[in-house]
């Protein structure tokens, strides 16, 4: 079973200028809680925008790339030496960026982990609207937490109609 986990903004903005738009320090360490240990799947992009561009520690990361890779990672050349990889995993599989990842792999996913920050951000990367789609269900929502610069809520959404892992190419 697929998960994304995903920061946005009230537009769902995402990123710009392959960097975050936020640096919520509750929202990285609720990211490094839930992905510790587990299966990381990210872009190459989201890859390089990493600090010093490395692989999150602690973690089996995995990442999609159709060039050579200089980092120590899992490298997947497309979407189907993904999907003959998953069945290998143990521990959770997280998709975690950015934009282009997930708009491939989002209707794959069985959950994802929305942190919604109350903000407007000039940005050119962007998550699709989950309360506009209609497989997508808001299934769990926290109170709004405010950590003094930005007000925030972490969302659980559940995909009513996952696409059968075998139709991934
Ligand atoms: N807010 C958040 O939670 C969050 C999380 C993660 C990222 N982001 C943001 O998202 C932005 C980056 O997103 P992005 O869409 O530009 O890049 P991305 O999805 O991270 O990476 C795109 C790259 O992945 C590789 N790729 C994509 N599809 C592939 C496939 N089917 N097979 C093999 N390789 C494939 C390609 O790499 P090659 O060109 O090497 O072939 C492609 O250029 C940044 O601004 C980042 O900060 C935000």
Redesign the pocket.
């Known amino acids: 079973m697929l998960k994304l986990?995903?920061?946005?903004d009230e537009n769902w903005a995402?990123?710009?200028?392959?960097?975050?738009?936020f640096h919520i320090k509750e929202d990285l360490m609720r990211f490094k809680k839930l992905t510790l240990g587990q299966n990381v799947v990210?872009?190459?992009?989201?890859l390089e925008?990493m600090p010093k561009g490395a692989p999150l520690p602690k973690r089996n990361n995995i990442v999609?790339?159709?060039?050579e890779l200089a980092q120590e990672v899992i490298h997947?050349?497309?979407?189907g030496e993904l999907r003959e990889l998953i069945p290998q995993l143990t521990g959770e599989i997280y998709i975690?960026?950015?934009?282009?990842?997930?708009k491939?792999l989002l209707d794959f996913c069985a959950a994802a982990e929305v942190t919604k920050v109350q903000a407007q951000k000039q940005a050119?990367?962007f998550f699709p609207n989950l309360d506009e789609a209609e497989n997508w269900q808001l299934e769990e929502q926290s109170g709004v937490y405010n950590n003094g610069e930005v007000k925030y809520t972490f969302n659980r959404y559940i995909n009513k109609k996952v696409r059968p892992l075998g139709e991934l190419e």
Request: proline residues 0%; contains cysteine; charged residues 25%.
């Open positions: 986990i995903v920061a946005v995402i990123g710009k200028d392959n960097e975050l738009l990210m872009g190459r992009k989201t925008s999609l790339s159709r060039n997947c050349r497309n979407m975690i960026g950015g934009e282009n990842i997930y491939q050119d990367a």
